[in-house]
Structure formats: C-alpha cells, structure tokens
C-alpha cells in the first residue's frame, strides 16, 4: 500500500469502558466520523487483547469512566503496550494529576483526553494526532513530563526514627547507585569526578554500616523514600 493510499484509509479505533450506556454513546458519536472505523469493546483486559489480536487496529481509547489513576489500571494498560505497541493508546478521563500524567506514559499511553476540558471534536483530533505518531497532551501535562526527566533522582535515607542519615547530596548519590548508574555515570550526572563520588561512596558506605553497591541498594529499597531533588551540578 502506497503512502497516499494508507492516508486515504481509515482510522481504526477500538473502543474500551467499563460502562456498557458510555461505551454505546462515545462508539456512536465516533462512528459517524467518515475517518474513523470503530468497534466497541468492554474494558476488560482479555477482551481487548483479544480484539487487538483478531483484526489490525490502529488506535485504542481506553475509556477509565471515573475510576481515577490506580495502578491496576497502569497495569492494564502496560500489559497491552507490550502486546501491542504499535497501536497508539490513548485513555479517556474524568481528571488528571501529576502522578496519573506520568504512570500513564511510562506505561505506554500516547495521549490524554479530559471531556472537563476539551470538547468531542477535540477527542477526534486527538485519534489523529496519536495516530500519526505524536503525542496528545496539554501544556500542563507536559510540564509535568518536563519536570520529571529534569530531576536528578533523590532518596530520602533515614533510620527508623526517621532520622536523616546521609546529606542531601549523599541521597542523590545514594538514588543514582539505586537505578544502577555506575561511578563514572553519577560523575557526568552531578559534574563530579570519578574520585569525589568515589570519596561519597565510602563516606555514605561508613554511615550506614555497610560495605559493598549491592548493600547499598538493598538499603536503599528498606530505608529510602523518593522525593524530588534541588541541585547543583559539582555542588557540594
């Protein structure tokens, strides 16, 4: 199929809620857009898995019908992004916040829909852009994905009367060894030397009683709690 001829085809969406009224309501508003070929799924994870398989879809509207962010639903739509990651997802909601914006495009959506701030026609647009390999999101939303890659990662290391046992500057030594960056790689994250992060190391390494990265991280996983980071490059 040339480039000109899959232009001219239309979009095929599958639609998923878990509201049988809603589900009729948005797959008939959506159907009597020419662009668009439309079928209607429940928001069930075999179901859908199973519609993606049986036919070549290109967008899936997963529909969350007020049921808010949980991690069930990240789960869900994880678990079809990696069955299917061609087809472009976007989730339907009543609201969104920061931690829903984020989880939603680690998990693999490529768009946000919001009936509180956009109209339908918007929604239609929104297939198309998707569609097209793009990303759907308010400025507010992308903000939020801004702030996230922006951050060097830090963790709020403490003792068990919530005591803090390492600088701020140890914790994002600390939560940096925790994703698994090696020496060399926290250097050129914090404009440090490989010998001031090394000298962190054994200071962070005394602290807490331990001797080895594998310690560390394990440390990390029982005493840590992650929470944005103010820094400085090469700041001590």
């Not at 209607?40 to 075999?46: F, M, Q, T, V, W």
């Not at 069930?72 to 914006?101: C, G, N, W």
């Not at 994250?189 to 000298?199: C, D, F, M, Q, Y």
Request: with cysteine; net charge neutral.
């Amino acid at each position: 199929m040339s480039v000109k001829e899959s232009l001219n085809q239309p979009i095929h969406v599958l639609v998923a809620d878990s509201s049988q009224m809603q589900l009729q309501l948005l797959t008939g508003a959506l159907r009597r857009r020419p662009e668009l070929k439309v079928t209607a799924c429940a928001l069930d994870l075999e179901a859908i898995l199973k519609h993606l398989a049986s036919s070549s879809f290109d967008v899936a509207l997963l529909s969350l019908n007020g049921q808010g962010s949980t991690w069930q639903d990240m789960a869900v739509l994880r678990r079809i992004h990696v069955s299917f990651p061609r087809v472009a997802k976007i989730l339907v909601l009543e609201s969104v916040d920061r931690e829903l914006v984020v989880n939603a495009f680690r998990s693999g959506a490529r768009g946000l829909f919001c009936f509180s701030v956009s109209p339908f026609r918007a929604l239609c647009k929104c297939i198309q852009v998707v569609h097209r390999g793009q990303i759907w999101a308010t400025a507010q939303q992308i903000d939020c994905l801004i702030d996230l890659v922006s951050q060097v990662p830090a963790l709020r290391v403490v003792n068990a009367d919530g005591v803090a046992l390492v600088t701020p500057r140890e914790e994002q030594v600390v939560a940096l060894v925790a994703e698994g960056l090696s020496n060399r790689e926290i250097a050129q994250e914090l404009a440090l030397s490989e010998h001031t992060v090394k000298k962190y190391l054994f200071r962070i390494f005394d602290k807490l009683g331990i001797s080895t990265r594998v310690e560390l991280v394990l440390y990390a996983v029982n005493h840590g709690d992650h929470r944005p980071a103010e820094w400085l490059p090469g700041a001590n």
